[in-house]
Structure formats: structure tokens, C-alpha cells
């Protein structure tokens, strides 16, 4: 008969994402409720390397479900990657008898915790906590909701000294590699144009739409650029090339940053935040391992890290239509 697991650890490593403190004490207090113990690791897998763990009681994770960031840290850990670093982390865990293990990142959180599954047969589960919205298996992740409504604001603001200078702004939004802020954001904040890596615009027909837009009377003009766009090496080349060949636009270029990943969480992320913590507890305390618990259609859900890693998610092409239409 296989032994119940007494003890879970829980680590936050990548990118932070607005709503993983809600994740976090979701985890804590599932805990709590099925009597398991539960250890934090700070500055993930590094400081499971370093065992850098502390006990976590439900007191612990009081008034953190509406803090951005992570009560655990962050950090990406190099060491990891390699056999030793791997024996070590699994060393401490071993003598801290810790049965069983919860990561919340995206990718590259992921990628380690199923190498760490092959080489040791140690159970993981994954939470998806990333603010690009990349991963399958999952309809949203956490901290995405937060960071487009972050987006929207900032670009409801730029919009207003736009349209006082009649002045054409090139907003870049975070996405090195999906274009979903961009896209929902640009729709959502009423964009004349929206840039992402998924498809590309090409320079002939965003120049064109800019000249139609003007021609139609439109003073000014947002267009919003996933970090990731294929038109120009980065945002600043692409603002420099049409300064040079059309000066009649007044261009001027924000590049939003880190300012995505943080604030306050949304209700939303809180609330999926905490229902992905408890499936998370409750698959491992089931004997799943190297899943992903995710949301489909309103429903948790499961899903292999292998495929949560390996395969893409599509951008959603209706909504690349209705960015056209609505942008005329």
C-alpha cells in the first residue's frame, strides 16, 4: 500500500504574475483542510538547491490573496538545469520528507519540473501562472487578466495626450512570443492597429492603414506592438522608419514593461488562482503527477506538462477579424 502524502511543497520560479499570492495561500489552506503540511521554497528552483524552505500554516498566507507578485520570490536557476543541481534539490526534499511538490510558472517552470519527474519519479503538479497567456491546456492563466486590464488603462491614458497632439503612438505591450495582451488589449482599448507575432501585419499594409486612417479624418492613431512583432527588429526602428517616410505623423513610442506584471490582482485571478491551488493539492493528494491543472470552458481540467510545454496555443482568429472591423 502506497503511504499517504503527509507533506507538500509549493514554489513560485520565472516570470512573477499578478495572483500567485492567491495561489499560494489557496495551496496553504487546501492544506490545511485535508491535514497535510505544507512547505514554502523561496526564489524557486534555486532555493530548492539551497533548501531555503519554511513551514507555511493558513495564519502564514493572511491578507496576501490581493499583493501582486510572489510572498515566495522568484528566480531563475541555471543550476537546476544541470545533474548536480538536480540531485541536490532532490536531496533536500528527501530529508525534509516532502512527498510531493507544486510549481506555478510557465514554460521553463514547467520544462524543469518534468525533467525532475523523469530523472526522480517525484510527483508535480503545475499551476500556470504566466501573464502572456501561452500555455495550453489552459484558457487563461494566472496574472493575465490582471496585466490586460493594467494595458487598458495605461492605453486609455495614452490616448487621451494623443488625441490633444494628434499624434501617433506605438504602445508595446509584453508577448516576446504570443501576441494575446496585444490582441485582447488592442481590441479592448480600441486600437487602430495591433501588431503580433502570430500574424504578420507586414510594414506595406500597416502604412496603408495608417493612410486610410488619416485619410478618413482621424487625427491620431494607437497602435498597439507585441514585444515579439516580426514587421521591425523592435518597437523604436519600426517608430523611426515611418518618422523618416511619412513626417507628417507626430510618432512617439511607450513601451509599458514591467509595469504588466505588477498591481493589485483582478477578481478574476483571484478567483481562478484559488480554485487552481485547491485542484493542485487535491491531484496530488489523488497521486497525479506530472499534470497541469488548468480551466476549460469553466472547469478545472488536467493536462500533461509535456503537453502544457510542447504545444502551442492558437490565437483565436475570430478575434483577429473583429480587430479589422472594428478598427475602421
Known amino acids: 500500500m502506497i503511504a499517504p502524502i503527509k507533506k507538500i511543497a509549493i514554489l513560485t520560479s520565472g516570470g512573477d504574475a499578478p495572483g500567485m499570492n492567491a495561489a499560494i495561500r489557496a495551496v496553504v489552506r487546501a492544506c490545511t483542510y485535508y491535514s497535510t503540511e505544507c512547505i514554502g521554497i523561496y526564489r524557486g528552483y534555486q532555493g530548492l538547491i539551497e533548501g531555503d524552505f519554511k513551514q507555511l500554516t493558513a495564519r502564514h498566507v493572511s491578507n496576501i490573496i490581493n499583493k501582486g507578485g510572489t510572498i515566495l520570490k522568484s528566480a531563475r536557476s541555471t543550476e537546476f538545469r544541470t545533474d548536480e543541481g538536480r540531485a541536490k534539490a532532490y536531496k533536500n526534499l528527501k530529508k525534509e520528507n516532502i512527498g510531493a511538490l507544486i510549481v506555478i510558472g510557465g514554460d521553463g ?149 514591467h509595469m504588466q506584471r505588477g498591481g493589485s490582482p483582478s477578481c478574476y485571478d483571484r478567483v481562478l488562482a484559488s480554485r487552481l491551488g485547491v485542484a493542485a493539492v487535491e491531484a496530488l493528494l489523488d497521486r497525479s503527477t506530472g499534470v497541469m491543472v488548468g480551466i476549460t470552458n469553466g472547469q478545472i481540467t488536467t493536462v500533461g506538462l509535456n503537453k502544457a510545454i510542447k504545444m502551442n496555443r492558437e490565437i483565436n482568429k475570430e478575434l483577429l477579424k473583429v480587430a479589422e472591423i472594428t478598427s475602421v
Open 109 to 257: 517552470t514547467f520544462t524543469g519540473g518534468l525533467k525532475f519527474i523523469e530523472e526522480y519519479n517525484f510527483p508535480i503538479v503545475g499551476i500556470p501562472g504566466t501573464i502572456d497567456n501561452d500555455i495550453y491546456g489552459t484558457d487563461k492563466t494566472i496574472g493575465y487578466d490582471t496585466a490586460l486590464n493594467t494595458v487598458v488603462e495605461a492605453i486609455d491614458k495614452i490616448r487621451d495626450t494623443a488625441s490633444s497632439h494628434n499624434r501617433l503612438f506605438f504602445i508595446e505591450v509584453m508577448g516576446r512570443d504570443a501576441g494575446f495582451i496585444a490582441l485582447n488589449s488592442g481590441i479592448g482599448a480600441g486600437a487602430e492597429e495591433i501588431l503580433i507575432p502570430e500574424h504578420n501585419l507586414g510594414l506595406d499594409r500597416l502604412v496603408d492603414s495608417l493612410n486610410k486612417s488619416k485619410a478618413k479624418g482621424k487625427t491620431s492613431s494607437i497602435v498597439v506592438v507585441s514585444e515579439g512583432d516580426k514587421i521591425g527588429k523592435n518597437v523604436f526602428e519600426l517608430a523611426d522608419y515611418i518618422n523618416q517616410h511619412y513626417p507628417d505623423y507626430d510618432v512617439r513610442v511607450s513601451v509599458l514593461g
